[in-house]
């Protein structure tokens, strides 16, 4: 069970603002050296007075090798999103008759993972997905003005691919950990026309990595 409650006094706030949110999770999980496991999650919230449409995740996953971690991985979801008190509330810009933006989401993938060596152990995973987003809340420019303001978009489809690796390397005190991911995501507005331009604040690629050392302490 969680609840936050949030209270703002702003001078870019033209009163006062207090907001209650209450949410009860559910979730269920399980891990066997069988082939199948699996998760279920469902989630009720309560936003001040009005009660939302319950979210929930399901997702299973295959073992395609006994004993070893190797994955097939399917998911699907239904996520909410309310909006903030400063996109409801923020003076010039902020719009109190936005609508609770919501999602259905899938995707299926391959996950894995390999000791290579004593001292070395890597991994991977790769996921196909895709996103039917309505009402999506967002923030633009006005166009001639100094400030900007937010409003939904009416439906939006996102979808593409993401892939990363990891390698780990352990001797005598020494670890190092190096990852490595990209994604490509092809995000539209489904209205006429703007579907074939990508969302903005969506990067098209996208690719990232780390190194880290550590010795001892």
């Not at 998911?75 to 409801?88: A, G, H, T």
């Not at 152990?121 to 303001?149: H, K, L």
């Not at 490595?180 to 539209?188: L, M």
Request: aromatic share 10%; charged share 25%.
């Amino acid at each position: 069970f969680n609840n936050e409650l949030n209270t703002i006094k702003s001078n870019n706030y033209e009163e006062d603002v207090l907001r209650n949110t209450s949410s009860v999770t559910f979730s269920a999980v399980r891990k066997t050296e069988d082939r199948i496991g699996g998760e279920l999650l469902i989630r009720q919230t309560l936003d001040g007075k009005k009660i939302l449409i319950p979210d929930f995740s399901a997702g299973i996953e295959y073992r395609l090798i006994n004993s070893m971690e190797q994955f097939l991985l399917m998911n699907i979801s239904r996520n909410s999103k309310i909006p903030s008190l400063n996109d409801l509330n923020w003076f010039p810009g902020g719009n109190p008759d936005l609508k609770n933006e919501y999602s259905w989401s899938g995707e299926i993938g391959y996950k894995g993972s390999f000791r290579i060596s004593d001292r070395i152990e890597a991994g991977t995973d790769c996921n196909i997905f895709s996103n039917y987003i309505r009402d999506m809340i967002q923030w633009r420019p006005v166009e001639g003005s100094s400030f900007w303001i937010t409003d939904n978009i009416r439906s939006v489809n996102t979808s593409g691919i993401e892939a990363n690796i990891h390698a780990a390397f352990k001797s005598d005190g020494l670890n190092v950990n190096m990852t490595a991911g990209y994604a490509y995501t092809k995000a539209t507005d489904r209205a006429p026309d703007l579907i074939e331009k990508q969302l903005i604040y969506v990067p098209a690629n996208m690719l990232n990595g780390s190194l880290l050392i550590g010795y001892k302490n």
